[in-house]
């Protein structure tokens, strides 16, 4: 090989970097492939379950709020934005309803 055919050193690196740049793009997909995988098989195991005792919640609704219930420990949960929404000047009163009918 004559000097002429060889791939001069930029080339060379500018070929490496592509290479690793390739690999590391491949590493990270591998890496949110594994968590999106991770994230399924938790949320598979802990849907719906009662974070204090296990149990399947159960869920009810009542003037629009979502309350999930564990009918062994009987501990509630609100989905996000719902203790706010109970909390709203407009809803005064709404909070201690929905406590005295899941109580
Ligand atoms: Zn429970």
């Known amino acids: 090989m ?9 080339e060379d690196e500018y070929f490496a970097k592509q290479e690793l740049e390739r690999r590391k793009k491949w590493a990270q997909e591998q890496a949110g492939k594994m968590a999106a995988e991770e994230k399924e098989r938790l949320k598979k195991t802990h849907y719906m379950k009662c974070p204090k005792c296990g149990m399947d919640l159960t869920t009810i609704e009542f003037q629009g709020i979502h ?7 009987n ?3 609100f989905d996000a934005g719902e203790v706010e929404q109970l909390l709203k000047p407009a809803n005064a009163g709404l909070f201690g309803k929905v406590m005295s009918v899941f109580r």
């Open 2 to 10: 004559s000097d002429l055919d060889k791939p001069s050193r930029a």
């Open 75 to 77: 501990g509630t949960w």
């Open 67 to 73: 309350i999930d219930k564990c009918p062994n420990c």
